[in-house]
């Protein structure tokens, strides 16, 4: 009994009271609830509960924002994305209609926003933190607004439950959910709702909400940089690097400063104070200079740790390969940067060459501001032309990349190919995925050595 709780619903006060004291009378040590404190299962049962339970996973969001200052930079984020931010709710924002206590929503995102900010040590201002909370596949960094999230994660949950709830109460008639549906299309400028197979999908009602915001933020972007820069962080490869698992002894932990600047790079905020760079030019805050920088400091040994990551990728393919081969160049100099020992398609041997251009290089922002990629196609068409001379002899892979992360259009089939072949010789069904993010991690690495290496005398590339 005194496990139980007494609670009256309906009648008057005066008769709920009677009620309970004759219940009191029989079974003294039941305790009497209140309707706020109501709840089954971790999720508040009225209505009028919401507010608190929400506050209440606010205030413990509030103390683990201040202790996750203590960690590295790299893995407190990651444990704020995967499992801190809205996952410590999501199971509430589905249980209940929690977007009716919006200002208690509001409350816990800023808590969220705050801990991105003092973790990433960088300032997000009201656009910053807009596109930070799209998840990465739509340019951000995956630390979801709850707010936001809230009304797509009930619906999803109340369409996923309806078959059940109907076999459970044959006669309440199933929870009518129109004017829920209303306010999403309302809040999704009019997007159609999910397919009927699709609506117990979060994902299916959440996409409309992160695709309008995502347009939006792109429509309001004045200059070609930053319509670059969205567009490149939209690709699906651009944002690997915030789902590699930051560990230092698989070499995947970007250290505190490398970290920011990728973050910082990413939102377009502030990623130095303007300087003058040893090379003479004028470094304005979003540090962009000193990615196209003719000094350049990060450059050769990001070339050479993709190379690198290439050569052991195939290895584990079982394909060995060496870099910077010798006897392969052609008259005027050139050779590639790796070639396999072994054929690897049509009896030929594999010969490659990687290069990392920069998304917002001035010579690139006129194509790279309209189509994510742009300037990593272009650099490979160059590649196929200065590599004509190997037609016949090798099959030749031009692999370009871009500083904002997004990949060639031939670097994308070259790179899941050599994925596909580790899985089947290994059997992890991950390694492109996890091939993927080491690149991912190289780029952002050599980004913040250039940034970096804008000023005299303070050069680092740190490869693990
Ligand atoms: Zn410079």
Redesign the pocket.
């Known amino acids: 009994m005194s496990k139980c709780e007494i609670f009256v619903s309906g009648g008057t006060a005066e008769e709920q009271e009677a009620a309970i004291k004759t219940f009191l009378g029989l079974f003294p040590t039941v305790s009497v609830a209140v309707a706020e404190d109501l709840c089954l299962l971790g999720a508040p049962l009225m209505k009028c509960g919401i507010k608190s339970a929400v506050q209440q996973k606010t205030e413990v969001m509030r103390l683990i924002a201040s202790r996750l200052e203590l960690i590295p930079k790299h893995q407190a984020f990651s444990l704020l994305k995967c499992s801190l931010s809205a996952p410590k709710v999501i199971h509430l924002l589905r249980c209940c209609p929690s977007f009716e206590a919006r200002d208690s929503l509001c409350e816990f995102d800023e808590v969220l926003r705050v801990s991105l900010e003092s973790i990433c040590n960088v300032r997000l201002d009201t656009t910053a933190w807009r596109q930070a909370s799209l998840p990465v596949r739509c340019g951000g960094l995956g630390i979801r607004r709850v707010e936001e999230l809230s009304l797509p994660a009930y619906l999803a949950s109340i369409h996923a439950t309806q078959g059940l709830v109907s076999r459970l109460l044959p006669h309440q008639g199933g929870v009518n959910v129109s004017d829920h549906v209303a306010l999403w299309r309302y809040l999704s400028d009019d997007a159609s709702p999910p397919l009927p197979e699709s609506r117990n999908s979060q994902r299916a009602w959440d996409t409309p909400y992160c695709m309008a915001e995502q347009a939006t933020l792109l429509h309001e972007a004045v200059d070609p940089t930053t319509k670059a820069r969205l567009l490149a962080s939209a690709t699906p490869e651009s944002g690997y690097w915030t789902h590699a698992l930051p560990s230092s002894s698989i070499g995947n932990l970007l250290d505190d400063e490398s970290f920011r600047i990728a973050v910082a790079i990413r939102l377009g905020a502030p990623a130095s104070s303007d300087h003058r ?5 004028d ?1 304005t805050a979003d540090g962009h ?2 990615l196209s ?3 350049s400091a990060g450059r050769r040994p990001r070339h050479d740790c993709i190379n690198d990551i290439l050569r052991r990728a195939l290895g584990s393919a079982g394909i060995p390969a060496r870099t910077e081969p010798r006897g392969m160049h052609h008259e005027n100099g050139t050779g590639p940067d790796g070639i396999t020992t072994f054929p690897w398609t049509r009896g030929l041997c594999l010969a490659w060459d990687v290069t990392v251009v920069d998304t917002v290089a001035r010579s690139y922002l006129e194509h790279t501001s309209v189509k994510a990629g742009a300037a990593a196609d272009q650099a490979e068409a160059e590649k196929v032309l200065k590599y004509s001379f190997l037609t016949g002899r090798y099959e030749f892979a031009a692999v370009g990349f871009e500083t904002f992360g997004s990949f060639g259009t031939s670097a994308k089939p070259f790179v899941n190919e050599i994925g596909k072949r580790i899985s089947l010789q290994t059997g992890e069904i991950r390694s492109l995925e996890y091939l993927k993010q080491n690149i991912s991690l190289a780029i952002q690495r050599g980004n913040a050595a250039s940034i970096i290496g ?1 000023v005299e005398n303070v050069v680092s590339f740190n490869r693990k």
């Open positions: 760079c040893r090379c003479g030019s470094v200079h000193g920088c003719k000094f804008t």
